[in-house]
Structure formats: structure tokens, C-alpha cells
């Protein structure tokens, strides 16, 4: 933890939050995932340290999942952020 | 090494999956479906789902293994299968280096007994290897008279000799080219023996002209004569009857004579000239 919070100190609560890239009509990749809270093949909702993300669209399926990367495979139409930044 | 899918039973799908992540299982793929939901995990993780799953409320089950290990485990409960497998792999090699058939083609192929039966003198037969010395077996077929071509081959088992006559390697004669009248050698060819007479030499009716040996330094061996020779020889004969019937007796006996001379002597006429006789053997 100690190591965490002087990376954040100097990188800001920011490196720690979801981060995502959307390939269109074939899904998506996170980093810094903590939880996966929800899946079903429509929505996905995914917790990470600053917040939570809510991953919507069709035929969803989970890919490569371990050590906080996560693949979402299928049509993602939506990705909202949830919740402020928490706390460490 | 391969993966495997696995059903996992129970409510909230996305629970199931940060179990399995939580326990070191690195989770391939996930699928929600109606009652759980299908992961695809690591071959050699699959004890390892059973064993997070035991003691909770899911229920993993149907087991279906994915890619080489599915292959692979298939294979293992057919030992038969791989035996049989492994039998035909190791016989087809085996059997395309042996001679199964052996064909004789060609306009020589009516020499094929003599050709089988020279084979199985070197040790080929069906079965056996092919002919190590195929040099050797070549050159014994193209002694066979008529023979003018022969090759040996030998792919997918089959050993085919082909074998091409022709007219034109007819049987030689054998023998020495013998002058068939006195005279003068005025052109001697010889493409095989050896001369032993030379242009301008005399040789009598019967001399050997170009023997049946080849001179190979201090030894003689034998050798097939072909050669030919034409000689100049003189004419001289005496003829009863009339002078017509003496000059048309003398064409037939030596052709068209060189410098000829008619005498009457008492009741013959007496016919000198010169002729030219050709001999030749295996040539022309």
C-alpha cells in the first residue's frame, strides 16, 4: 500500500481508474479492474479503484481475465463512468 | 497446452468469474448463460476450478475440453486407433523401399523371363531390395541380342525395366574379313579389329585382310570385325564358243573389266583386264 500511495501522490488517483480502449464492433480492454460487480450478455459492470464503469451492448462475453486486465469481447455499445473518485 | 470449458452452475454470473480470478485462475473467456455461466480456463487449471468451486453454492460441470487436449484425450481411449496408425506408417515406408512388382516395357519385353531370371541371379526379387548394382544388370540386358536401349527404375515398389530393340543392333558376324581374290588392297576401312594388310599391299585369294582381335599392348582380345576392303585384282581366263559368248562369260564372272585384251588362242579366246572386288563384313 505504501508503494500505491506514493505512486499516486505523484501520479494523481488517476492512474489508478479504469482505463479502456473500444474496438468498434469487437469490444473492449480494461486495465485496473478490482471486481467485476455484473455480466450478462448485455451489460457488464466493472469496479476499479476510482470508480466504476457500466459496459453496455450485445453479445457480450468476457475474454482474458486476470491480475486486473479484462477483455470484453462482442458489440460494446456504451461505456459510462460511475461513482467519484474514491479513496485508496 | 490446450483449454477446457466448464459450466459453472449458480446465480450471478460475474461472482463466479472474480472467484475464479481471486483464486489464480486465469480466466480465458467467460459466457453468461441462463443458469451460470461457461468459462474457458487452462487445461491445468481445471482441478483448480473444481477445487474453488467445492464448498461454495456452484456447481461446475460438463467438462469440455478444447483444441489439441480434446484431440489428445481421445486418442488416448483408442489405443487401437494408434497402433493401428502407427503400423501403417511405419509399413508404407518399408514396403515402397522393397520391390513389390517388377514389369519388363518395351519392344524388348518379350525378354522378360530371361530378365527376371537374371534378376533373381543378383538377389532381386519381390520383396527383396532393389538392385544395388543397376550399372551392372544394364549392361548385362543390352548383351541380349537386339537390345539397343535399357533402363532400370524403381518407384512406389514397382522395379520397371525397359527395354528397346532394334533393328540395327542385329547380331554382328563373327570371323575375319578374308580377301576374296588375289590382288592389290586399294582401300581398307576398319572401324573394329585389327588390319594386317595395308593399301598397296598383295594379298593372296584367302588372306586375312583385318583379323578378329583388338591388340591391347602384349595381349590379344577378342573382338567383332567390322570393316570393309576393295581390292585390284587382274583377270585372266580363257573361254570356248564365239567372241560375244567368251566377253559375256567373262562380265559374269569378274563385272565390267579395266583394260581388257581378246586374243584367240586355238579354239578359246583368252580375256585379260583388271578388276575390282569388294569385301567387307558388318559394314555397309
Known amino acids: ?88 | 497446452m490446450g483449454s477446457c470449458e466448464i459450466f459453472v452452475e449458480g446465480v450471478g454470473a460475474a461472482r463466479i468469474v472474480e472467484k475464479l480470478a481471486q483464486g489464480g485462475v486465469p480466466v480465458r473467456a467467460a459466457f453468461a448463460e441462463k443458469r451460470g455461466v461457461l468459462v474457458r480456463v487452462d487445461v491445468k487449471h481445471r482441478e483448480k476450478v473444481f477445487a474453488i468451486l467445492r464448498g461454495s453454492c456452484y456447481n461446475g460441470k460438463k467438462v469440455r475440453f478444447l483444441g489439441a487436449s480434446r484431440a489428445l484425450r481421445r486418442l488416448k481411449g483408442r489405443p487401437g486407433l494408434i497402433g493401428a496408425a502407427l503400423i501403417f506408417l511405419l509399413a508404407v515406408p518399408f514396403f515402397q523401399s522393397r520391390v513389390l512388382r517388377i514389369e519388363v516395357t518395351g519392344s524388348g519385353a518379350y525378354y522378360e523371363q530371361e530378365i527376371v531370371r537374371l534378376l533373381a541371379r543378383e538377389g532381386t526379387h519381390v520383396l527383396s531390395a532393389p538392385p544395388a548394382d543397376r550399372a551392372r544388370i544394364t549392361a548385362e540386358i543390352l548383351a541380349f541380342p537386339r537390345v539397343s536401349f535399357c533402363t532400370l527404375s524403381h518407384e512406389g515398389g514397382v522395379l520397371t525395366v525397359q527395354v528397346e530393340v532394334s533393328d540395327e543392333a542385329a547380331m554382328l558376324a563373327g570371323g575375319c574379313l578374308i580377301a576374296p581374290a588375289a590382288g592389290v588392297v586399294q582401300s581398307l576401312t576398319v572401324l573394329a579389329g585389327t588390319a594386317r594388310a595395308a593399301v598397296g599391299d598383295f594379298v593372296e585369294a584367302g588372306g586375312v585382310l583385318v583379323e578378329n582381335v583388338a591388340d591391347a599392348g602384349e595381349t590379344s582380345l577378342p573382338a567383332t570385325v567390322i570393316a570393309a576392303a576393295s581390292l585390284r585384282c587382274t583377270a585372266d581366263a580363257q573361254y570356248a564358243g564365239s567372241r560375244e559368248e567368251a566377253l559375256a562369260q567373262a562380265y559374269l564372272e569378274y563385272g565390267p573389266l579395266e583394260g581388257m585384251k581378246i586374243q584367240k588362242t586355238g579354239t578359246a579366246w583368252h580375256i585379260t583386264g583388271e578388276y575390282t572386288v569388294r569385301a567387307a563384313l558388318n559394314l555397309g
Do not use: P, Q
Open chain 1, 1 to 88: 500500500m505504501e508503494f500505491l500511495h506514493e505512486i499516486a501522490k505523484r501520479l494523481g488517483a488517476d492512474a489508478f481508474r479504469i482505463h479502456y480502449t473500444v474496438v468498434d464492433g469487437r469490444g473492449a480492454y480494461f486495465e485496473n479492474v478490482v471486481r467485476i460487480l455484473y455480466f450478462s450478455a448485455g451489460e457488464i459492470v466493472l469496479r476499479g479503484r476510482g470508480g466504476s464503469v457500466r459496459v453496455t451492448g450485445e453479445a457480450l462475453s468476457l475474454g482474458r481475465y486476470f491480475a486486473g486486465d479484462l477483455e470484453v469481447r462482442g458489440d460494446v455499445r456504451c461505456v459510462a463512468r460511475e461513482g467519484g473518485d474514491g479513496k485508496l
